[in-house]
C-alpha cells in the first residue's frame, strides 16, 4: 500500500498489530491517530515541524536532576492537571499537579520542626490531620512537604543562597493522625521561563505565575496517596495559576494569630500565620 495522506494513518496503525502489551497496542493505536488528525488539521510545513521537533528537543536538554522541563510543558498545557482530575479520588483531598521541584528527597522531620532553615519571612504554623474517608484519624501517615521561601524561589533554585532541604520536610502523624511544623509563609511566584517553556509562553501572551502554596504528597497503609497543594487564600493568581492547579477547596486562610500560649506551644513568637487544614484519603480499591 503507497503511503499518502489518505492511508497513512492505517499504515503506522497497523504496525502495532504484533503489540503483545495490549494497554501499550490502545495507546500507541489512540496516539498515531490523534496525532495524524492533528497534523492534518493544522498542515504544517517542513520548516515547521523541524521547528515543533527543536523544541521538544530543547525541552529534553533543559532538563537535569533538579529541572523537569518536560514537567513544566504538561503542567502550563494543563495536561498534568487534566490527569490528576481523572485520577483523583471522589472521597478524599482533591489532587493537584506534582510540580518540576520534586527532585529531591526531603530531608525526615519530627513532629513540630520547622523547614525554614534560614529563619527569615513571615513565621507560619501549618496544621492538620490525615484522615481516612470516614473520618479516621490515620497514625503513622506519611507526608511529604515542599514549598518555595518567602522570596520565591525553592532550594533547588538557589544553591548558594538556600541550604539543601530548605522548605522540605518528612513527617509522620501521631497516634491521633496529627501532623504540625513550622516554617514561612510562602510567595507567589513565576514558574521558570529561562527555557522553552519560558519562550512558548511569551509568545502566546501568557503569564508564569503561581500563586502562593505548599505542595504535599499523603501516604498511608491501606490508603490511596494523594499529591496536593494548600493554597493561600490572599494570594494574587488564584484566578489564573500558570498550571492549572488551583481548586477552591484547597484555599487556606493563613490567619494571623496573637495567642500567646498557641505560640508557646507551637515554638513560635507572636503574631504569626497559622493555616489549618486536614488531608481525606481514600481506602485503596478492593483487589
Same mark, same amino acid.
Given at each position: #500500500?503507497? &503511503?499518502?495522506v489518505?492511508?497513512?494513518?492505517?499504515?503506522?496503525? =497497523?504496525? &502495532?498489530? /504484533?503489540?503483545?502489551d495490549q494497554?501499550?497496542?490502545?495507546?500507541?493505536?489512540?496516539l498515531?491517530?490523534?496525532?495524524?488528525?492533528?497534523?492534518r488539521?493544522?498542515e504544517?510545513?517542513?520548516?515547521e515541524? /523541524?521547528?515543533?521537533i527543536? &523544541? +521538544?528537543?530543547?525541552?529534553?536538554?533543559?532538563c537535569? =536532576?533538579?529541572?523537569?522541563?518536560?514537567?513544566?510543558?504538561? !503542567?502550563?498545557?494543563?495536561?498534568?492537571? +487534566?490527569?490528576?482530575? #481523572? %485520577?483523583?479520588?471522589?472521597?478524599?483531598?482533591?489532587s493537584t499537579?506534582?510540580?518540576?521541584f520534586? #527532585?529531591?528527597?526531603?530531608?525526615?522531620?519530627?513532629?513540630? =520542626?520547622?523547614?525554614?532553615?534560614?529563619?527569615?519571612g513571615?513565621?507560619?504554623?501549618?496544621?492538620?490531620?490525615?484522615?481516612?474517608?470516614?473520618?479516621?484519624?490515620?497514625?503513622?501517615?506519611?507526608?511529604d512537604?515542599?514549598?518555595? %521561601?518567602?522570596?520565591?524561589?525553592? !532550594?533547588?533554585?538557589?544553591?548558594?543562597?538556600?541550604?539543601?532541604? %530548605?522548605?522540605?520536610?518528612?513527617?509522620?502523624?501521631?497516634?491521633?493522625?496529627?501532623?504540625?511544623f513550622?516554617?514561612?509563609?510562602?510567595?507567589?511566584?513565576? @514558574?521558570?521561563t529561562d527555557?522553552?517553556?519560558g519562550?512558548?509562553? /511569551?509568545?502566546?501572551?501568557?503569564?508564569?505565575?503561581?500563586?502562593?502554596?505548599?505542595?504535599?504528597?499523603?501516604?498511608?497503609?491501606?490508603?490511596?496517596?494523594?499529591?496536593?497543594h494548600v493554597?493561600?487564600? !490572599?494570594?494574587?493568581?488564584?484566578?489564573?495559576?500558570?498550571v &492549572?492547579?488551583?481548586?477552591?477547596? +484547597? @484555599?487556606t486562610?493563613?490567619?494571623?494569630?496573637?495567642?500567646?500560649?498557641d505560640?508557646?506551644?507551637?515554638?513560635?513568637s507572636?503574631?504569626?500565620?497559622?493555616?489549618?487544614?486536614?488531608?481525606? +484519603?481514600?481506602?485503596?480499591?478492593?483487589?
Amino acid at each position: #500500500m503507497d &503511503f499518502t495522506v489518505e492511508t497513512a494513518t492505517d499504515a503506522v496503525v =497497523d504496525s &502495532f498489530r /504484533e503489540t503483545k502489551d495490549q494497554r501499550l497496542q490502545q495507546v500507541m493505536e489512540s496516539l498515531t491517530r490523534h496525532l495524524h488528525d492533528f497534523v492534518r488539521d493544522i498542515e504544517p510545513t517542513l520548516e515547521e515541524w /523541524e521547528e515543533a521537533i527543536d &523544541f +521538544l528537543t530543547a525541552v529534553g536538554q533543559k532538563c537535569d =536532576d533538579t529541572r523537569q522541563e518536560f514537567v513544566l510543558l504538561s !503542567d502550563v498545557l494543563g495536561v498534568s492537571m +487534566l490527569v490528576e482530575t #481523572m %485520577n483523583g479520588s471522589e472521597e478524599g483531598t482533591e489532587s493537584t499537579v506534582l510540580g518540576p521541584f520534586h #527532585m529531591t528527597e526531603s530531608p525526615s522531620r519530627k513532629l513540630g =520542626d520547622s523547614i525554614d532553615l534560614l529563619d527569615a519571612g513571615r513565621t507560619c504554623v501549618v496544621s492538620g490531620r490525615v484522615l481516612a474517608a470516614d473520618g479516621t484519624p490515620i497514625a503513622e501517615a506519611e507526608l511529604d512537604v515542599w514549598q518555595c %521561601n518567602e522570596d520565591g524561589f525553592y !532550594d533547588v533554585q538557589q544553591p548558594d543562597v538556600q541550604p539543601p532541604g %530548605n522548605g522540605r520536610g518528612l513527617f509522620r502523624t501521631d497516634d491521633e493522625g496529627r501532623f504540625w511544623f513550622r516554617t514561612v509563609v510562602p510567595s507567589h511566584y513565576p @514558574i521558570p521561563t529561562d527555557g522553552p517553556v519560558g519562550r512558548l509562553l /511569551e509568545a502566546t501572551g501568557r503569564h508564569p505565575y503561581r500563586p502562593a502554596h505548599i505542595h504535599s504528597i499523603a501516604h498511608a497503609e491501606g490508603h490511596r496517596p494523594v499529591t496536593t497543594h494548600v493554597f493561600v487564600a !490572599d494570594s494574587p493568581y488564584l484566578d489564573s495559576d500558570a498550571v &492549572f492547579a488551583v481548586k477552591s477547596g +484547597l @484555599i487556606t486562610e493563613f490567619t494571623e494569630s496573637d495567642d500567646g500560649q498557641d505560640a508557646q506551644r507551637f515554638g513560635v513568637s507572636a503574631p504569626f500565620a497559622h493555616a489549618r487544614f486536614d488531608i481525606v +484519603l481514600q481506602s485503596e480499591d478492593p483487589q
